[in-house]
Each structure stands twice: as C-alpha cells, then as structure tokens.
C-alpha cells in the first residue's frame, strides 16, 4: 500500500529528474540523497547473489554506479521506477565487467556465482549459475523479447514491485505477470544446459 510520503517522495524523485534531464546539474546532487538508501538496497540485492569472496560492498557498488549516472550524457528519465530501471541495469553491468576482469585475471579460473533464488526460479531450493552465463543468458533473452529481458532486470535485480514495473515498461499488471512467468521458466531451462 503506497503512503502518502511514498507519493511525495516519488513525486520528488521524478521532479528531480526531469529537472536533470533539462540540464540542471544541481538536481543530481539533490536526487542522490533521496534515493541512495534504495540504491544500496538494489546492490545488496546484486551482491548478495555473489560468493563471499567477491569484495565489492553494496556502498562501493553505489558509488560506481553513480559516477557512470553523472558521466551519462543525457538520459529522458520518465520517472522513478525508470531512474531504478537503468541504476539496476547499470549495477549488472558493473558486475559484469568485474566478473570478466577476475576471470580473465585468473586466466580460466572459476567465474564468479550468482544464486537465481527463489523468486526467479520457482523452486524450493536455490539454484546457483555464474553470473557470466546468467548475463549471457538475459542477452539471449533480449534478442527473442526484449521486454522479458528488462522485466528480470527490474524484478529480480532492481526489486521493483508489479505496479512499478509496469510503469516502467508502460504495459499492464496483466502483462507483468504472463511475461514474468514466461521469462523465469525460460531463464531455468537456459540455465540448466
């Protein structure tokens, strides 16, 4: 149930960037503290499906993340849920590249795990996938439906709810739910091979 503090503070996240999409710098600076605790909550998320051994923090995470936001040129942010749309996609790529730079550095060692928890898959126990193949498989993914794609990165990595990420991708709840279904079952039998 949204509260009324929970509508003036997406209210003000949205006024904020569409004032950063005309140019106002100073709207970054204002936008960062409202949303930074979400951030963290969003790269928690990302984190805690890496192994113990991964080193980045969820603070470290945030702060890469918004040196890539203030480096983005200009960006039609429509609102909120959109804003963490991209901060999600933007925190997979980070560790992403951080996965292909340890394992490269190991010269084939072991690639850093991911758990597809339960949310995604279904299922009563975790499964476990190395993030380099849960990305190319979300990559697969984007060329048969793009959408699909971009509703795992936003319910799975991003935590957004329904409603949000509806909005964010300008369908219904309806549509929301089928693809949701499709996408994960799609995502575990990719994954299993």
Same mark, same amino acid.
């Not at 850093?112 to 928890?117: F, K």
């Not at 898959?121 to 794609?149: K, W, Y």
């Not at 693809?179 to 079952?185: F, H, P």
């Given at each position: 149930m949204t509260t009324p503090d929970d509508k003036r503070s997406d209210d003000?996240?949205? !006024?904020?960037?569409?004032?950063?999409?005309a140019g106002n710098k100073e709207a970054l600076d204002a936008l960062m503290p409202l949303v930074a605790d979400e951030l963290r909550l969003v790269a928690q998320r990302h984190l805690r499906h890496e192994r113990r051994a991964v080193t980045l923090q969820p603070t470290v995470l945030v702060s890469e993340c918004y040196l890539r936001l203030i480096d983005r040129e200009r960006v039609d942010w429509k609102s909120r849920a959109h804003f963490f749309a991209f901060a999600a996609r933007t925190m997979r790529r980070i560790l992403v590249d951080y996965a292909r730079k340890r394992?490269? =550095?190991?010269?084939?060692?072991? $690639? $850093? !795990?991911?758990? *597809?928890?339960t949310q995604v898959?279904?299922?009563? =126990?975790?499964?476990?996938?190395?993030?380099? !193949?849960?990305? =190319? !498989?979300? $990559?697969? *993914?984007?060329?048969?439906?793009?959408?699909?794609? /971009?509703?795992?990165e936003l319910r799975f990595f991003a935590g957004l709810t329904v409603r949000e990420t509806a909005e964010a991708l300008g369908v219904s709840e309806i549509t929301v739910h089928r693809?949701?279904?499709? =996408? /994960?079952?799609w995502l575990i039998s990719r994954l299993a091979d």
């Open positions: 003000d996240v949205t !006024a904020l960037l569409l004032r950063w999409n394992h490269a =550095a190991r010269r084939g060692g072991d $690639e $850093e !795990a991911v758990t *597809l928890d898959a279904g299922t009563g =126990a975790p499964r476990s996938v190395e993030i380099l !193949a849960l990305d =190319a !498989a979300l $990559e697969r *993914l984007a060329q048969l439906d793009e959408r699909q794609s /971009r509703m795992v693809d949701w279904s499709s =996408a /994960r079952a």
